[in-house]
């Protein structure tokens, strides 16, 4: 589009520089045909008022003004200087104005290459970026449940300990009741046995003092008894 334009404005350019000498020609030519035709008038009139005048001649000599170099087409010089200009415009652009276009054209392409080529890195950059994201949260999720797992296991094994610590607490407590309530019952057997041996050891005494029947002996055992029953109350 932009060549188009150039060589739209090289062509109007050179058209202007032949236009100008045919212009400047096709003016001088038509002042030259006026003048003529003035000069043909006056020569009318001249000869008229002296009684010569001629109207066929008037005529011969206006087609003599209208069979002068045409007005429109220049010169061959005129065309040539004219041919020369557009040849020299046509050159400097060739030489000079179509190189700087095609320098800005490809300098114009490179840059929107390298926009491109800079999006994409960027497209990628930022896809690199959203991957690395997803990915720091995947194992933020992952280490967060690992570490609820964590916990959880820990508090389920400090409840068990703490139930075989009051297991172990509990066991102790009746291993302790269990021994102490053996420790009463060995010494109240002791007790008893030294009861018992202190009671039939009197009973002996008595039984060895008197030399009674079966009766009084029974008597004796019985009376003996109440008494060590009512010392103890």
């Known amino acids: 589009m932009r060549i188009q334009r150039l060589l739209a404005v090289a062509m109007l350019s ?5 236009a100008m000498p ?10 030259e045909i006026a003048e003529c035709m003035v000069k043909a008038a006056e020569k009318y009139e001249t000869a008229k008022e002296e009684g010569k005048g001629d109207a066929a001649l008037f005529d011969e000599e206006a087609k003599a003004c209208y ?21 020299i415009v046509a050159f400097g652009l060739i030489k000079f104005g179509f ?54 296991k820990a508090a389920e094994q400090v409840r068990l300990d703490l139930i075989a610590r009051a297991e172990a607490d509990a066991a102790d407590v009746r291993a302790r009741a269990n021994a102490d309530a053996a ?8 007790d008893l046995q030294t009861q018992v041996a202190a009671m039939s050891i009197g009973l002996a005494e008595r039984i060895v003092q008197h030399n009674l029947d079966a009766a009084t002996q029974t008597a004796l055992v019985e009376s003996f008894i109440n008494e060590v029953g009512g010392s103890r109350a």
């Open 67 to 87: 069979s002068a170099p045409s007005p429109i087409l220049p010169e061959t010089g005129e065309l040539f200087w004219g041919f020369l200009s557009f040849a």
């Open 14 to 18: 050179s058209s202007m520089v032949i």
């Open 99 to 152: 190189p700087a276009l095609r320098k800005g054209l490809a300098d114009r392409e490179d840059k929107i290459r390298g926009d491109l080529e800079a999006a994409e890195q960027a497209k990628s950059a930022a896809q690199a970026a959203d991957s690395d994201h997803e990915k720091i949260l995947s194992e933020a999720r992952a280490e967060g449940a690992g570490l609820v797992d964590e916990a959880r």
């Open 183 to 190: 420790l009463a019952t060995e010494r109240a057997m002791a």
């Open 22 to 31: 045919v212009t400047a020609h096709a003016s001088e030519k038509t002042g």
